[in-house]
């Protein structure tokens, strides 16, 4: 496991180097595939016997310095690897394949080392190139005209938690005398509660503008749309995953000893986290895009595990399990609908949630691989999403368990936002599905190639073995935890059946339902084929305004699907709409003969107006006014000069 444990960043390191090379696209993209499954294997291998440490040959020499790969991290990578194994079977659409690959390569390598690096100093610059890597990818997909703008505001954002963490380490780094994360949590309670607080926030902060929690969130759909579905998969898998994991590991385990500060955050947590959830779940409803759709929706599933987070903090170990297996089964399925973006945009030229007939003119295993990731995504059984809500409601419905009103109130209202949001994406998931794939076949589509299908095929596989196989799984999740919270996961299963406190409380069994669904399928079945021989069946056209009915222009549209939700939800989307005309004599005094009509609509954001456009305003300000120190003159180099000396001479004085 030692040398597997270093070959998978070596094979990383040599897809980036190939990549340089003019003809090594694919070389590149092979490499990587190579690291991704031996990233895969080595985690499997964690998981069922797990290594303590790793030594590091490589990093800096200070104290802490190692690479640990414990279970809840070789989870959380291992299902991250295994689609960056089919994203690479199935290959970017971008520009620049190269440039895809060496921002792919950068954002794996940075992921492996933010889920095993113990020191502070390695996972800063890990954490860093993960981020890099991403916008590289973007740049180099190229699939909008303008892709440098929403690379540079996911930058800026980014860096700003970046920041924020840089902050959080540094002062227990100062308040434990190493950057090594073995004696933060002792730094952590000889601080005041307060100030650990603070650290919980700002560590918040840090790993929330990579996972979407408010206000981060609205970088989501510009990035994204600027990206290719190959990117969106590890962004929305593999990296968001890493991101969550440093979250939970750094609050489960630096604020152990303090029940008070764990309550606090578990708190803002819970706030934060059903907010996001909400807000990216309304406005994912909106989208009429697929990769744009499919970012809010990463967003508001990233928001879901972070309010698990928050519970785990308030209860004990086994929500940050149910998040683990949360964020598991979102990895495979907005996998698959990634990949499946990107087999639209080849056979149809855009990633418009159009009603095309897709399915109609493909061979069954793209639709069917979909189908099971969009009934995850939806929380339908016996799905994978649908174990880990179950786990959620069952979490929050346990609030009268928590001594504290404000953690019970906290976990109330929570749970009531939780259920909105599942609504909501039970609702997405339905456009994702019907817009995106079924229809009537208008005759202008191509095939979608048979590499995106098999992979979405192998992607939706998964993700209904995660479910049936859930008893198995949670057996292997045996040591995952943190502290006394590790054996968490053999409290949820009883035998084959999926307990959250005991089995005579509450169950469900998806192993069980897998058998047992197809098995009450047979009598409705079985009543429908008796009808048909008994009753002719008699096909009318739907009433048209008395006129022949056209199939393709009486389909179902994105805005009709989610105008009523735009008008319930108004005063949060607060929608714009613009009609423009153009007559055929623009100079006549009256205007008879329409040429065009033009309608737009749209919803306004929420913090772009409100905290980044300031932001950005005082920004472009502060670079006018310091523009003025290129002045050239030499007179104000030597007066700045002057001052700075001035200063130093005082600082030293006094």
Not at 300 to 305: F, H, L, P, S
Not at 418 to 446: E, H
Not at 613 to 638: C, D, F, I, M, W
Request: net charge positive; proline share 5%.
């Amino acid at each position: 496991m030692t040398e597997l444990a270093l070959l998978v960043p070596v094979l990383f390191v040599l897809a980036l180097v190939v990549s340089l090379i003019p003809a090594g696209a694919a070389p590149a993209r092979m490499l990587l595939g190579a690291g991704a499954l031996a990233g895969m294997v080595l985690c499997c291998l964690q998981l069922a016997a797990p290594e303590a440490v790793w030594p590091l040959p490589f990093g800096p020499a200070v104290e802490g310095t190692r690479f640990q790969l414990g279970t809840d991290a070789a989870w959380l990578l291992g299902f991250g690897f295994a689609a960056a194994v089919l994203v690479c079977i199935a290959g970017p659409t971008g520009t620049s394949p190269r440039g895809w690959s060496f921002g792919a390569a950068m954002s794996l390598l940075g992921a492996y080392g933010v889920a095993g690096l113990q020191d502070g100093m390695s996972f800063l610059v890990a954490y860093e190139v993960m981020s890099l890597g991403g916008a590289v990818m973007i740049m180099a997909d190229r699939q909008s005209e303008q892709s440098g703008r929403p690379v540079l505001f996911m930058l800026s954002l980014l860096e700003a938690g970046a920041v924020a963490l840089f902050v959080a380490i540094l002062i227990l780094t100062a308040q434990s005398g190493s950057p090594g994360f073995g004696g933060f949590p002792a730094a952590s309670e000889a601080l005041p509660e307060a100030m650990r607080v603070l650290i919980g926030i700002l560590l918040l902060i840090g790993f929330g503008a990579k996972i979407g929690i408010i206000p981060f969130y609205e970088w989501f759909p510009d990035a994204y749309g600027a990206a290719t579905g190959a990117t969106g998969a590890l962004m929305s898998g593999i990296i968001l995953n890493a991101a969550f994991f440093a979250l939970g590991r750094s609050l489960l385990t630096w604020f152990q000893a303090s029940p008070a500060t764990m309550l606090t955050l578990g708190i803002i947590l819970v706030i934060a986290g059903v907010i996001s959830a909400v807000l990216s779940a309304l406005y994912a409803f909106q989208e009429d895009s697929w990769r744009r759709l499919l970012a809010f929706s990463s967003a508001e599933n990233g928001a879901v595990a972070v309010a698990l987070l928050g519970a785990a903090l308030i209860f004990a170990q086994n929500e940050w399990i149910a998040a683990l297996i949360h964020l598991a089964g979102h990895t495979l399925a907005k996998g698959a609908l990634f990949l499946s973006a990107d087999g639209v945009k080849l056979a149809t030229g855009d990633d418009r949630l159009v009603q095309r007939g897709l399915l109609s003119i493909q061979r069954p295993w793209l639709g069917i691989g979909a189908l099971v990731a969009v009934m995850s995504l939806a929380a339908m059984p016996p799905q994978a999403g649908f174990v880990s809500e179950w786990y959620l409601f069952e979490t929050f419905f346990q609030a009268f368990h928590v001594i504290s009103l404000a953690g019970r109130l906290a976990l109330v209202l929570g749970g009531a936002g939780l259920a909105l949001t599942a609504a909501i994406a039970f609702a997405v998931s339905i456009k994702v599905f019907g817009l995106g794939l079924q229809g009537t076949n208008t005759g202008n589509n191509a095939a979608i190639p048979r590499r995106y299908q098999f992979s979405v095929f192998m992607l939706g596989g998964m993700v209904l073995g995660l479910a049936v196989g859930m008893p198995v799984w949670l057996g292997q999740l045996a040591q995952a935890g943190f502290n006394e919270g590790a054996g968490a996961a053999t409290a949820m299963r009883a035998g084959w059946l999926l307990v959250p406190l005991s089995a005579s409380f509450s169950f469900i069994s998806p192993s069980k339902l897998i058998i047992v669904m197809p098995l009450l399928a047979l009598l409705p079945l079985s009543l429908l084929l008796l009808a048909a021989r008994r009753f002719a069946v008699r096909r009318a056209p739907v009433w048209y305004g008395g006129k022949l009915q056209d199939p393709v222009s009486s389909a179902t549209t994105q805005l009709t699907f989610s105008n009523a939700m735009r008008t319930f939800y108004g005063f949060v989307y607060r929608p714009r709409t613009e009609t423009r005309q153009d007559f055929s004599d623009a100079n006549a005094e009256r205007k008879y003969f329409l040429r065009s009509l033009s309608f737009s609509h749209d919803v306004a954001p929420i913090f772009g107006p409100y905290l980044f456009k300031p932001l950005e305003r005082a920004t472009l300000v502060l670079a006018h006014t310091a523009r003025r120190l290129q002045s050239g003159s030499l007179n104000l180099y030597l007066g700045i000069i002057g001052v700075i000396l001035v200063v130093i001479l005082a600082t030293i004085q006094f």
